[in-house]
């Protein structure tokens, strides 16, 4: 299972580090991502990382998020800053163990944690 820590309520300008601790995988879950729902909108990729380390963001939180992991672990991180009130919404970890990836779309992922709130106000 994926389990995501770290949200919270902050002021816009601030920031936050998102956790997603993987656990119960007896392999390597090569790619990992980040995405977010906002209230009444769909779920939106927001940055991914492969095992080698290649990054993707999307456009809009380019420069302000960074994405990381820890491979022997299986988590990934992703600090958030200067934070905007458009990034509300819950995040979500996800993680697929190989094969086709595609980054930034749901599609990608086979595996999905249950979210964390993010509130910027």
């Known amino acids: 299972q994926l389990v995501e820590s770290g949200g919270g309520s902050v002021q816009a300008g601030g920031s936050l580090r998102l956790s997603c601790v993987a656990s119960?995988?007896?392999?390597?879950?090569?790619?990992m991502g980040w995405f977010r729902q906002a209230p009444g909108k769909g779920r939106e990729g927001v940055a991914a990382?492969?095992?080698?380390?290649?990054?993707q963001y999307s456009e809009s939180v380019q420069g302000r998020f960074t994405i990381s992991r820890d491979m022997d672990k299986n988590n990934v991180y992703l600090q958030m800053n200067d934070l905007k009130p458009e990034d509300t919404g819950v995040y979500y970890c996800?993680?697929?163990?190989?094969?086709?990836?595609?980054?930034?779309?749901?599609?990608?992922?086979?595996?999905w944690g249950q979210g964390t709130q993010v509130t910027v106000s």
């Open positions: 990382i492969s095992g080698t380390g290649t990054k």
């Open positions: 119960g995988y007896q392999y390597t879950l090569i790619f």
């Open positions: 996800a993680a697929l163990e190989g094969g086709a990836w595609i980054p930034l779309e749901e599609d990608g992922y086979r595996y």
